[in-house]
């Protein structure tokens, strides 16, 4: 069965201080993962793609990798704006496959 | 540029009331488009996608349907909520090609009661 799991479920940082969220899964036929950033009562908001192990997209604070078994979305120097829930989504046979979240709060 | 609306926002209904939830697409032609819903402390469930009018995909047995009547528009229905149905419900589209994300709306907060 496919399963994607994200850890931590919640995360609490100072302003500046730089962290990782992780996204483990275990898929058969990757397609893709995607990343999204979701805030309290809106749908979530697409950041990056990713297709291939060793891949890596960058977008102002945040990097997304991604290995065989699992993707990291690394945030360096957050802002207290970059609180939000971050959400990993494997595609597979065009179907994406959520994880549950890792809840980001950063702190002025 | 595109743009996916859905309406309403908030919606509070009686156990048994029938329901009909909209959603357009501005800027593309020919996507696909899905509905979700997603339960506090669950992740998002997939309920229907269409790749095209009138074709439907229904991935949950339950008492939802869906529709697509036009290339940029998807209908969410029911002809009797339960209570179960409560949750917050996200259209979605992407273009038709194979492994391109999906791009959603703001959500509808449904409420039974």
């Known amino acids: 069965e496919d399963q994607v799991t994200q850890s931590p479920e919640a995360l609490r940082l100072q302003e500046g201080e730089s962290s990782s969220l992780n996204c483990s899964y275990t898929v058969s036929g990757l397609r893709g993962l995607f990343w999204y950033r979701q805030d309290p009562g809106k749908g979530p908001e697409f950041l990056f793609t990713l297709y291939s192990a060793g891949e890596e997209k960058e977008k102002e604070r945040l990097k997304a990798t991604l290995t065989k078994k699992e993707s990291f979305l690394h945030i360096t120097a957050p802002k207290p704006e970059d609180s939000a829930t971050y959400l990993c989504?494997?595609?597979?046979?065009?179907?994406?496959?959520w994880g549950l979240g890792t809840s980001l709060t950063v702190n002025p | 540029s595109q743009t996916i609306h859905q309406w309403p926002a908030t919606l509070v209904q009686p156990v048994g009331s029938p329901l009909s939830l909209e959603c357009t697409v501005e800027?593309?032609?020919?996507?696909?488009l899905y509905w979700y819903r997603q339960a506090a402390g669950r992740g998002l469930q997939l309920l229907f996608y269409?790749?095209?009018?009138?074709?439907i995909s229904s991935e949950v047995p339950q008492n939802l349907s869906a529709s697509r009547p036009q290339d940029r528009q998807f209908i969410l229905s029911s002809k009797k909520l339960l209570l179960s149905d409560s949750g917050f419900y996200l259209c979605?589209?992407?273009?038709?090609?194979?492994?391109?994300?999906?791009?959603f709306g703001d959500g509808t907060r449904l409420s039974i009661l």
């Open positions: 989504a494997p595609l597979v046979d065009r179907k994406l496959i």
């Open positions: 800027g593309t032609s020919n996507p696909n």
């Open positions: 269409s790749v095209g009018i009138g074709q």
């Open positions: 979605a589209w992407s273009a038709l090609d194979d492994n391109q994300p999906q791009h």
